[in-house]
């Protein structure tokens, strides 16, 4: 495992990548930091983390990168399945956590999801910002919780010129 930071304008963020795939990218002091990752050799920049820093440069400027960098993380059936949905999120758009809740119902053919399951699952995101965490909103539209801080989602969503903000 590799990892390397990044200052963004809103605070410094930590990159980590396997031979392959980006692992994880955290905002300094986030809740959950480093979850299940593990060794890491500092400093160094392999592909996958170059082309996540292009990623983080077009989306800080922004702009959609277009692109998304190959991406791998390891969980639970449940959390992956949220983190997928994400990933649907666009540029400058929101989702409820009760919206993914009744969609993943639909889905299994089910009925009881919870928004607040689904909110736990979107605090434990390993990829910020990649897997677009700041773009799942509350009931009515609520900015509510981010593992990194409201104030850093209220950022991002002005910036990515949300119609909420």
Request: net charge positive; aromatic share 12%; glycine share 8%.
């Amino acid at each position: 495992m590799y990892i390397s930071d990044y200052v963004s304008p809103i605070g410094k963020l930590f990159i980590s990548a396997d031979n392959d795939s980006i692992t994880g990218v955290w905002f300094e002091n986030q809740k959950h930091i480093f979850e299940n990752n593990y060794a890491f050799c500092c400093g160094y920049q392999n592909p996958e983390i170059k082309k996540t820093v292009l990623w983080l440069d077009i989306f800080f400027n922004g702009k959609d990168p277009g692109f998304t960098p190959k991406i791998y993380v390891k969980d639970t059936p449940f959390r992956l399945n949220v983190w997928r949905r994400l990933l649907d999120i666009p540029f400058g758009e929101t989702v409820t956590y009760g919206r993914i809740a009744k969609d993943i119902d639909v889905d299994n053919g089910a009925n009881g999801m919870s928004a607040q399951a689904v909110g736990q699952a979107v605090g434990h995101n390993p990829i910020a910002l990649i897997i677009p965490c700041h773009r799942v909103v509350g009931k009515n539209n609520k900015i509510t919780g981010y593992a990194a801080g409201v104030d850093k989602k209220k950022w991002l969503l002005n910036m990515e010129k949300t119609s909420l903000i």
